[in-house]
C-alpha cells in the first residue's frame, strides 16, 4: 500500500534507525553517558530495525545492551528484577528503585531477543525477573489468588540507598564459607575494598560468561544463602499502588512470555491481574487510573487506556478468548469519545471531562514508559488485522500522521509510534483454524509465538466460525479435520499448513 498520507516508508523508518544507532555506546551498550537508562522501547525499536533490513549492527547493539544490563549490578543477582537506571557509564551502580514498568519492558525485549538467539542468559534473566514480580509485586484485595501489580520498591532502607542490596567481603565469607565463597567472590566481583563506597554491588560484568551447569548450580546455591540471609534485612518501603497502564504492560509481557516459554501459569497470572483492572478499576465502560486499599481513584488517562487495551489483545492472541478482543474494542471506543483530537488528531492525555486542567496536552515521545499515542497506533493496528475493519486502519494514520512532520530526528524520540505503524504495514498474521474433533491447535499457536517474528500476530477461529469479509483469510477452513493455520501478509495468505516447524518456517521466510 502507500504510506497512507503518513509521510513514513521503509527508507524513512531505515533513516530514524541508522540516526538512533549513533547513539548507542558500542563499548557497553546503551544510549552514551551516565546516567544510564535500560530504554527498552528504543532498543525494540533498534530490534525491528535489525529484523527489517537484516543489519548485524542493529542487532549486536541491542543484544551488547542486554547483556550488559542483564550481567550489570542494576540487576539484582540475588532476588530478580532490574533497577530503574545505573548512576554510571557501565551499568555498576544502579538507583536501587525498581520500577514496575522497566521489568515489564525488559520481560518482553528479552523474549523476543531470546526467540532469536536461545540465550540461557536471557532465558534465566526472563524466568527470575517474572518469578521477582510474582514473589514480592503482589498486591491483592483481601483474596490471595486476585492480585495485580504494585508500582515500585523504593531505593533506600533505614536511610541509605542501597543497603539492603549491597554486601561486605566478611558477609560472603561468614555465610558461604572458604570454598564456596572464593568461587562467589571471583564471580560477583566482590573486594575487600568494595566496588561502590565501600560495600560490593553483586554484578557479573567482568566474566559475563555463563560457566558449565556444575558452575552455575553451585552458584545458584550460594545466591540462595544469601537471599535468605537478605530477607531478614529492613526492607525498602513498598509502593503499593496499582496503576492501569503500569499492569497493562506486565500483563503483556507475561502473557507473550508464558506462550513463548511454554508457561502457562504465567499466562494465568496475566489473566488475573487483568481481571483485577478491569473489575475493581473500573468505571462504567471507563477506567480509573489508580487503585489502593480497595479505592479507585483518578479518571484514566489515555496511557491507561492503550496499555490495557494492548494487555487485551495480547490475552486474546495467546487464549482465543473473544472477551478481551471486545474489551479492547469497548476501551478503544471510550479513548475515541474521550481522548480524541477532532482537529488536528492524535490523543489527548486527559479525557475531555477531566476537571480542573489548564491545558489538555497529546504526548507522543517515550520516556521510561512507552507514549500512549504511540501505544494507541499497536493498538489500532492489532486492531485492524485482528478484525479486517478499516476504521481502525484510518485511525492509526490519523494518529501518524498528528505527529510525524518532514523532519526525521524527532522521529527518534517516538520508538513506540514507529514500531505500532511498522506493525499496521508489515504484519506477518497467522490465522490458525481449529476443527471439531481435531487436534493440533495448542502446537500450531505455540510455533506461531516461537517464531522470532516482532510484527506477528495470531488469530484464533474455529472452523465455521465466519471472519469479516474485509479479513484477507475469509472463508478459510481447517484441512482435513485437522487444525491449520494460514500465513497472511497483506491482503494475501499462504497455504494451509497443519505442522507446527512448517507454520515456523512460513512466518519467517522472507
Not at 479525557?351 to 489548564?358: F, G, P, Q, R, Y
Not at 526525521?408 to 497467522?430: F, I, W
Request: aromatic residues 10%; proline residues 4%.
Amino acid at each position: 500500500r502507500t504510506d497512507g498520507g503518513t509521510g513514513l516508508t521503509r527508507a524513512r523508518l531505515d533513516e530514524v534507525a541508522e540516526m538512533a544507532l549513533r547513539l548507542v555506546d558500542p563499548v557497553h551498550g546503551g544510549t552514551q553517558g551516565a546516567p544510564k537508562f535500560p530504554q527498552p522501547a528504543f532498543f525494540r525499536f533498534l530490534w525491528r530495525g535489525y529484523k527489517r533490513t537484516g543489519s548485524l549492527l542493529y542487532r549486536e547493539s541491542v543484544l551488547l545492551t542486554l547483556e550488559k544490563i542483564c550481567q550489570g549490578g542494576i540487576y539484582d543477582h540475588l532476588g530478580g528484577g532490574f533497577a530503574r537506571y545505573s548512576t554510571d557509564p557501565v551499568w555498576l551502580a544502579p538507583h536501587f528503585e525498581k520500577m514496575l514498568y522497566d521489568n515489564a519492558q525488559l520481560i518482553e525485549l528479552l523474549t523476543e531477543a531470546w526467540q532469536e538467539t536461545a540465550s540461557p542468559l536471557y532465558a534465566a534473566r526472563v524466568r527470575e525477573t517474572v518469578v521477582w514480580a510474582l514473589r514480592e509485586m503482589r498486591v491483592t484485595d483481601g483474596d490471595e489468588e486476585t492480585f495485580a501489580f504494585a508500582s515500585a520498591y523504593d531505593a533506600d532502607s533505614e536511610g541509605e540507598e542501597g543497603k539492603f542490596y549491597v554486601w561486605s567481603e566478611a558477609d560472603i565469607d561468614h555465610l558461604l564459607g572458604d570454598e564456596a565463597a572464593a568461587a562467589f567472590k571471583d564471580a560477583y566481583d566482590v573486594t575487600p575494598y568494595g566496588n561502590w563506597e565501600g560495600k560490593n554491588i553483586l554484578n557479573r560484568s567482568n566474566k559475563p560468561q555463563l560457566g558449565d551447569a556444575a558452575y552455575e548450580k553451585s552458584l545458584a546455591a550460594s545466591r540462595e544463602k544469601l537471599l535468605a540471609h537478605r530477607n531478614h534485612r529492613v526492607w525498602p518501603s513498598w509502593d503499593d499502588k496499582v496503576l492501569a497502564d503500569w499492569n497493562g504492560l506486565m500483563i503483556a509481557a507475561l502473557a507473550f512470555a508464558g506462550t513463548a516459554f511454554r508457561e502457562p501459569a504465567w499466562i494465568a497470572a496475566a489473566a488475573t491481574a487483568f481481571d483485577f483492572v478491569r473489575t475493581r478499576m473500573r468505571d462504567g465502560d471507563r477506567l480509573f487510573h489508580a487503585w489502593r486499599a480497595g479505592r479507585a481513584k483518578h479518571p484514566a488517562v489515555i496511557d491507561d487506556y492503550a496499555n490495557m487495551s494492548r494487555a487485551a489483545l495480547l490475552l486474546h492472541e495467546v487464549t482465543g478468548d473473544g472477551s478481551y478482543l471486545e474489551q479492547a474494542r469497548s476501551w478503544v471506543k471510550s479513548a475515541d469519545a474521550h481522548h480524541w483530537d477532532a482537529t488536528n488528531g492524535g490523543y489527548f492525555l486527559a479525557a475531555d471531562d477531566t476537571a480542573d486542567l489548564i491545558v489538555r496536552a497529546k504526548t507522543v515521545h517515550d520516556n521510561a514508559t512507552p507514549a500512549g499515542n504511540g501505544v494507541m497506533v499497536e493498538v489500532l493496528a492489532r486492531l485492524y488485522h485482528l478484525t479486517g475493519d478499516d476504521a481502525y486502519r484510518v485511525r492509526a494514520e490519523e494518529t501518524v500522521r498528528a505527529f510525524c512532520g518532514e523532519d526525521a530526528r524527532p522521529l527518534m524520540a517516538m520508538p513506540s509510534l514507529l514500531a505500532g505503524y511498522e506493525l499496521l504495514e508489515n504484519a506477518v498474521q497467522a490465522v490458525i483454524v481449529s476443527a471439531d474433533g481435531g487436534d493440533g491447535t495448542h502446537g500450531l499457536i505455540e510455533a506461531a509465538f516461537a517464531a522470532p517474528v516482532p510484527n506477528r500476530i495470531v488469530l484464533q477461529v474455529h472452523d465455521g466460525a465466519s471472519l469479516p469479509p474485509e479479513h484477507p483469510a475469509a472463508g478459510k477452513k481447517a484441512k482435513d479435520g485437522r487444525a491449520t493455520a494460514y500465513v497472511c501478509i497483506g491482503a494475501t495468505c499462504g497455504l494451509p499448513v497443519t505442522d507446527a516447524a512448517a507454520l515456523r518456517a512460513a512466518m519467517t521466510a522472507p
